[in-house]
């Protein structure tokens, strides 16, 4: 069973920065494809990012490239969201996603553990 703990949200004005962390336990990490959702109040849960298990591989939402960066380190059990040029519309709770299978599906179905989540609010 692998447990997955978010941190580093918070409220940032438009054109701010944040990283996001998350702290996984109970697993074989470096086994694991990881990826970043959000879920927006009255919408549903998107995907934002997404990082093999190597590393060696990424994807991202379009309505997210070339602003946020995903990263892992293998040996300290994280991954990170690097978020620059915050929106307003990136507004959202984050969550951090685990599949066994290692790959970096956009689809929460591929997904076995999640975490609570974290809030990002941006100001405008």
């Known amino acids: 069973q692998v447990q997955l703990v978010e941190s580093g949200g918070g409220l940032v004005q438009a054109g701010g920065s944040l990283r996001l962390s998350c702290a996984a336990s109970?697993?074989?990490?470096?086994?694991?494809?990881m990826s970043w959702f959000r879920q927006a109040p009255g919408k549903e849960r998107e995907f934002v990012a997404a990082i093999r298990w190597s590393g060696g591989g990424t994807n991202y939402a379009d309505s997210v490239k070339g602003r946020f960066t995903i990263s892992r380190d293998n040996a300290k059990n994280t991954v990170y969201l690097q978020m620059n040029s915050l929106k307003p519309e990136d507004t959202a709770v984050y969550y951090c996603?685990?599949?066994?299978?290692?790959?970096?599906?956009?689809?929460?179905?591929?997904?076995?553990?999640w975490g609570q989540g974290t809030q990002v609010t941006v100001s405008s």
């Open positions: 109970g697993g074989t990490f470096s086994r694991y494809g």
């Open positions: 996603a685990a599949a066994a299978y290692g790959g970096y599906s956009t689809t929460t179905r591929n997904y076995d553990y």
